[in-house]
Every structure is written in structure tokens, then in C-alpha cells.
């Protein structure tokens, strides 16, 4: 009962401000090392050029999975209403309206789940997709190559670099109230 009472109140626009700002300083502050991590990687025969890309496909896919991540967490009301929020910041940030931006962010989430069916792990999820929209398989060796595939070797470890986008929401009900 105390612990429910000294927890902090938040309203949904502040927990989007809070969510689209942790996030976005998670993929802008980590970017240059995975990019240097996946160009390093011995799964690999040549070093993909991963920045020629930007960084744009990595906060999409981060923010597609942690939006169907909240889904999963919060009732209907508040997850649609963190979505809806999260949709108006990120267009400021992607120089777009929101009616232009809610497709390009629905689209990614739908890539993400989609990438990883029947399964419903986020993380291996994020992980497809980031070799997919990177276009990394043409850097694998000719086995995977052909098959389109990334090397489970790769895939395992970088599930622990991917795990690490995802909202914890766990530490934050036990700090915060909606």
C-alpha cells in the first residue's frame, strides 16, 4: 500500500516525453558503436557500410518494437494514447506531419512483428529487421548469402545489443503510476 502512494503520478504526455526522449538518446548515443560493432563482425566477409543508410531505419524499428511492446503492457486506452503522442514527437523529428508519419511508424511495427513470425520475440524481431533493412546478407558469406539469412552466430549476439532498445517497463511501474 506505501509503495503505491510514494510512487509518482504521470500523465500519458508525460510518459510519451519520457519514452521518445529515452529512446531517441539510446539509438542517437549508441548508433556509431553498433555501427562499428556490425562492420567488425566476424560474420561477415566484408564490412557492410551500414552509414550510408543513417540511422533512421534503427529508430523506427527501436520505436516499432516498443510500441507493440506497450500495446502488450498498457491497457487499450493508455497505449493508444502513447502512441498517438509518440507519433506527434517523432514527426517533429522526422520533419513530417503526424498523418504522414503514423503509416511510416505502423509500417515498421508491422515489419518487425512480421519478420520474426510465428515467434513474438521482440528482440530477435528488432534483430531481423535491422539486418534486413541494412541489407546485410549481401556482406555474409556465400551460404548465408544465398539464403538470405543472418548467421545465427551474428543473431545471437546481436539480440544482446537489440535488448537493450527495449522499454523496461517493468522498472517503471515500480517508479511511476498512470
Known sequence: MLN???????????????????????????????????????????????????????????????????????DVEPAAELQKLVIKKLATVFDKTPAEFAPLLSDYQKFVNHINYPSKNLVYGMSKAIFSKYELAQYQDEYFRQLKEPNPIFLQRFNEITELFLWDWDAFFKKYRL
Open 4 to 74: 503505491t502512494i510514494l510512487k509518482r503520478r504521470i500523465n500519458e504526455d508525460q510518459l510519451s516525453n519520457l519514452f521518445v526522449n529515452m529512446l531517441l538518446d539510446s539509438v542517437d548515443n549508441s548508433y556509431d558503436e553498433i555501427a562499428s560493432l556490425i562492420k567488425d563482425d566476424f560474420a561477415f566477409v566484408t564490412p557492410p557500410n551500414i552509414e550510408s543508410f543513417g540511422m533512421d531505419h534503427l529508430i523506427l524499428i527501436v520505436f516499432g518494437a516498443n510500441m507493440t511492446l506497450a500495446q502488450n503492457v498498457l
